[in-house]
């Protein structure tokens, strides 16, 4: 049954009125919705083995919801995307892609571009240049072929070299993370040249698109001049005027004003009214409502907190929601059948040829100028020819300018998937980070005198007061000057654009490489205040202190950030491990108050996904492995005046090698004056040599003042009495081994959190929020031999 557009209403009657649902805008748009959704998610998940990014899964969804597959069956093609609706569709894609391109705007930060060394530069021109000389010979090939003739030569020529020389940066990024190659020389020259080839291709697109535009009757040559120059004074307005204005936002956000969150809330309106208005003076002017958007995020600073309250309000629901709805609207318009005969199938083959040679090619060839080995050159090369979204907006804008034809346009939009799947592979095929700067590192290092390495893990500022003290409780002054402390800032990587935006701010302020505060006046601008604080904590200790310190921050997804953690430490050689347990306990719990194990007020989630990654850093890490639990170990320093009396510290002893690793580190704590330690032996039915004699060696060393207690506990007992001791004693910090002895009803315990062990789980579980806990896990230390790095770490 046919229907009548004028007559189509926002919603239906129901169903049981006899309206069907799907004769209205509203129903369809949900259906078609979550139809899009559900595919696109799946087939993330169908690729996440091969490491693709979520684009590829986003084409291939809009591809396969069109003509190319769905659109085979007519029937229910016109069901579920009738012609009415496209316009619908279209419509709610572009406000998602409109409110996109803002955030895309915010990602680049043009002080990291202007930062970028000369040889970012040249990469970056050569692998637009060469790419472009390859488009006007296919644009000529074209030609002679017959291809739409009524074509001008120059706007095919600048649509076909823009399509053929954009490197999407986004993408890029989350490939780097994902081969752990962020922080290689090939990952940060990409970086860089990727970011300056970003604002290039919007600089040809608007070109492109202004040259284009004329199609009515006032269309000429004059116009196109207006068009320019009237996008120049409207970037140039932006870039001048709007930018102090967003500037003056900003700081005003960032002041802690009582009637600050009525003004956030304001503001982030404004702002988004400021995205819109700015799309829509673009489209007034004739090139397209993205590029105001785009601009419009250009103007916001990047270095304070009012560009991350932004994202966190819209990129969810942009990158989540909208954003897939125009890959669908992409894939209605691409079908793979117009691609039809030898002719056509040939010039589908030159163009991923032409695609891959020009960007490769110019890109290597410049790499090797440059004197990069040949085989990062190469992986630089096809890092450099990864597509995205800008490529799909690129093909849009150019088929709604009738210049290019159905046919032409499902050729590139198979180029752009084409050429961003291979990408991945290829690398990891070609080039494999090298081991040399590693080893080199090695034979540098000093070892004429022992040094105590420890890798302390960070996931916030609120981490580093308790690390600090830890780290001063378990070395005493002699130790200290031969300590080296690593510490990594956790930061987990995900598809949101604040991800990649913290990527680039790591990049400008030169992380994610290891800097060390060793030397005075080498603080570095804050790039975000949680980063400032970390590092600017760690510099002050290292002032204070005679303590080696150095700061990273290791950006990664968090089902591979156990991998930068391992191989971090084999680098560094730590001898421990300090991982962070996955739930914070605040101060407003009070000391000495509730119990549980996260159901108070006082304790905080950071994230189930960090329990992972603890778990699998246990299984996989080649040194020994400490959880630590913070229930309010973050006072004054034990150096410090704060810490009038001594720190009470227990360590509970079972039997194990865990135990014994734990009792050296307690006996380590002893050393230290400010520390009082206590060694409770619960003992068993039968005891172990090993387990004697690191007994009978810690019971010479432990000072007048420490404690040794040896407990005989009924079997039926075991919990109840140590649950009792440590809540009496009053420790301020209690030291167990993770996988020690199991005696009497410790054996029946289900433990919640087996990271912990039992003992660490029954404590967690039972004793005072102020008792934190330090659960040890033994390593042997043997040098595990001819084990083959699975990546560069990025840290």
């Known amino acids: 049954m046919s229907l009548n557009i004028t007559n189509i209403k926002t919603s239906s009657d129901g169903a049981w009125q006899g309206d069907n649902p799907l004769n209205s805008a509203f129903p369809l748009l949900i259906l078609q919705t979550i139809l899009v959704l559900f595919i696109t998610r799946s087939l993330a998940f169908l690729l996440r083995p091969l490491r693709q990014p979520r684009v590829i899964a986003e084409i291939l969804g809009g591809i396969l919801l069109g003509p190319s597959a769905l659109g085979r069956n007519k029937q229910i093609f016109h069901l579920v995307f009738p012609s009415w609706s496209t316009p619908i569709l279209e419509s709610v894609a572009s406000i998602g892609l409109l409110f996109f391109l803002f955030l895309v705007g915010l990602e680049l930060d043009l002080a990291s571009i202007r930062q970028s060394s000369r040889r970012a530069f040249c990469i970056a021109l050569a692998g637009i240049s060469l790419p472009f000389l390859f488009a006007a010979a296919v644009s000529f090939v074209l030609r002679r072929s017959g291809f739409d003739d009524e074509v001008p030569y120059g706007q095919l020529l600048l649509f076909l070299g823009v399509s053929l020389s954009i490197t999407a940066f986004p993408v890029l990024a989350r490939i780097l993370a994902e081969l752990k190659l962020l922080t290689t020389q090939v990952g940060q020259t990409a970086m860089a040249a990727a970011a300056f080839n970003d604002v290039v291709a919007w600089i040809l697109l608007a070109l492109a698109v202004a040259l284009a535009g004329p199609s009515g009757p006032s269309s000429g040559p004059l116009v196109s001049v207006w068009i320019l120059a009237s996008g120049l004074g409207f970037v140039a307005f932006m870039l001048v005027v709007v930018r102090r204005v967003m500037e003056w936002i900003a700081k005003k ?26 799309g829509f003076m673009t489209d007034l002017i004739g090139i397209h409502a993205i590029f105001g958007a785009f601009v419009f995020g250009l103007t916001i600073p990047k270095g304070g907190e009012f560009a991350g309250r932004v994202m966190k309000r819209i990129e969810d629901f942009v990158t989540g929601l909208l954003l897939p709805l125009y890959f669908a609207s992409s894939g209605l318009k691409t079908d793979v059948a117009k691609i039809q005969g030898a002719e056509a199938w040939g010039l589908l083959a030159v163009v991923i040829s032409t695609a891959c040679a020009g960007k490769i090619l110019g890109t290597f060839a410049v790499a090797m100028m440059c004197m990069m080995p040949a085989r990062e050159s190469l992986a630089l090369g096809v890092l450099m020819n990864t597509k995205g979204l800008v490529e799909l907006i690129v093909l849009n804008i150019g088929r709604e300018k009738k210049v290019l034809n159905d046919e032409m346009f499902a050729i590139l939009v198979l180029m752009a998937l084409f050429t961003t799947f291979m990408t991945t592979p290829t690398v990891m095929a070609i080039y494999k980070p090298s081991q040399t700067t590693r080893r080199r590192s090695h034979e540098l290092q000093d070892t004429s005198q022992p040094e105590l390495r420890i890798l302390a893990c960070i996931h916030s500022s609120r981490n580093v007061p308790s690390l600090i003290n830890l780290i001063d409780a378990t070395t005493s002054a002699a130790a200290k000057p031969t300590l080296h402390l690593f510490a990594i800032h956790l930061v987990e990587l995900t598809d949101r654009s604040s991800s990649i935006m913290m990527v680039q701010r790591a990049r400008r302020n030169g992380l994610p490489f290891i800097n060390c505060f060793t030397i005075p006046g080498t603080r570095r601008a804050a790039s975000s205040s949680n980063n400032y604080q970390i590092a600017a904590s760690f510099e002050s200790y290292c002032h204070a202190s005679r303590v080696t310190v150095h700061h990273s921050t290791a950006i990664s997804a968090l089902h591979s950030m156990h991998e930068d953690i391992c191989h971090v430490a084999e680098d560094k050689r730590a001898s421990v491990i300090i991982l962070p347990f996955h739930k914070q306990w605040t101060m407003s719990s009070g000391r000495g108050g509730g119990e549980g194990d996260g159901d108070d007020e006082g304790v905080e989630n950071v994230g189930n996904g960090w329990r992972v990654v603890n778990r699998r850093v246990l299984d996989t890490a080649t040194c020994s492995v400490a959880v630590f639990v913070d229930r309010g170990f973050s006072g004054g320093g034990v150096d410090s005046p704060e810490a009038a009396a001594a720190k009470k510290v227990c360590v509970l002893f079972f039997g194990g090698a865990d135990d014994r690793e734990a009792l050296k580190i307690g006996c380590g704590m002893a050393e230290n004056p400010a520390v009082s330690l206590t060694v409770i032996r619960f003992l068993g039915d039968s005891c172990d040599e090993s387990d004697e004699a690191v007994l009978s060696e810690a019971k010479v060393n432990l000072a007048a003042e420490d404690e040794y207690i040896e407990k005989k506990v009924a079997a039926k007992k075991v919990v109840e009495e140590l649950v009792s001791i440590v809540r009496g004693k009053g420790f301020q910090l209690v030291v167990v081994g993770r996988n020690g002895a199991k005696i009497g ?48 770490c990025s840290v």
């Open 253 to 278: 956000c960032s002041s802690p004003a009582p009637e600050r969150a009525f003004a956030d809330e304001a503001y982030i309106c404004l702002t988004l009214a400021g995205v819109m208005a700015s």
């Open 745 to 792: 009803d410790m054996e029946e315990h289900q433990a919640d959190n087996p990271e912990l062990g039992t003992v660490g789980d029954i404590l967690l579980a039972s004793t005072a929020t102020g008792t934190s806990l330090l659960v040890i896990q033994h390593h042997d230390g043997k040098e595990m031999k001819g084990k083959e790095s699975v990546g560069e």
